[in-house]
């Protein structure tokens, strides 16, 4: 495998997990704020980034790719919200910044002529898509509205079960 890719890719599995760990604060901080529906929802969010670079390591592995694990060292620093408002623009930025890491991934694979990584970052490209676009409809709902224990209940309803 071309080492340049390998390299992203490794980088894309070390910002899947500090995105995770974002998720899993958050649904901690708005579950102390009284929101467990939301809470739910982000700790949904949470195995979800798991899960994506677990596909990552699955498809290295499965290429017989040598994962640096060491390099995956997750320094992660805590941000403190007082509001789901809050929590939503973060979650918003955070995907924003995933979306980023992955188009370069992408071009990497794309450059090196190495269709099979171009496969997989087309699936990651198109969740991507839906992340920003919950994400950002989170967001303008928490703004538009005066009501978040409604929207805090209808987070809850969410089942990561039935999304696989």
């Known amino acids: 495998m071309n080492k340049k890719l390998l390299f992203a890719m490794q980088h894309q599995i070390k910002e899947e997990y500090l995105n995770a760990f974002a998720y ?3 649904a901690n901080q708005v579950m102390k704020m009284g929101y467990f529906g939301y809470a739910k929802w982000l700790f ?3 195995r979800e980034e798991i899960d994506h670079a677990e596909k990552t390591i699955d498809f290295l592995m499965n290429r017989h790719a040598e994962i640096d694990v060491r390099s995956l060292r997750i320094n992660f620093s805590f941000e403190t919200y007082t509001n789901p408002l809050e929590v939503a623009k973060a979650a918003f930025k955070n995907e924003c910044l995933v979306t980023s890491l ?3 991934t992408y071009e990497i694979a794309a450059e090196v ?3 099979q990584a171009v496969d997989l970052y087309d699936w990651f490209i198109a969740e ?3 992340e920003e676009k919950s994400t950002r409809q989170l967001v303008k709902r928490l703004t538009n509205s005066n009501n978040w224990v409604m929207i805090d209940q209808e987070l809850g309803k969410r089942d ?5």
């Open 102 to 104: 992955i188009s370069k």
């Open 24 to 26: 899993l604060d958050m």
């Open 128 to 130: 991507q898509t839906e």
């Open 160 to 164: 990561f079960n039935d999304e696989k």
């Open 44 to 46: 949904s969010q949470y």
């Open 113 to 115: 002529k190495d269709f």
